[in-house]
């Protein structure tokens, strides 16, 4: 039997930039046609919602994501373990 290879992917964002990504996040989702309703007034909430219902079971959601950041100028750190 042949071993599996795991890899872990993560990017962070620095909380200075939480308020720049959510509203780059919400811009893109309404520029599809495909608004989300976030019902909460803190900020925190509101961007996890987005971030779960943009990248939220996609196998490339990491990659997805530093592209996102990328084509928006926001700054990012990322990381990969194999």
């Known amino acids: 039997m042949v071993g599996r290879q795991r890899y872990e992917f993560w990017v962070t964002v620095a909380s200075e930039d939480k308020h720049k990504l959510l509203q780059a996040l919400l811009e893109y989702r309404q520029s599809t046609g495909e608004g989300i309703i976030v019902e909460s007034d803190e900020e925190d909430v509101a961007l996890l919602t987005v971030l779960k219902e943009i ?10 994501f530093r592209d996102f950041l990328e084509s928006r100028d926001i700054p990012f750190q990322g990381m990969s373990w194999a």
Do not use: S
């Open 55 to 64: 990248y939220g079971g996609h196998f490339h959601a990491v990659d997805e």
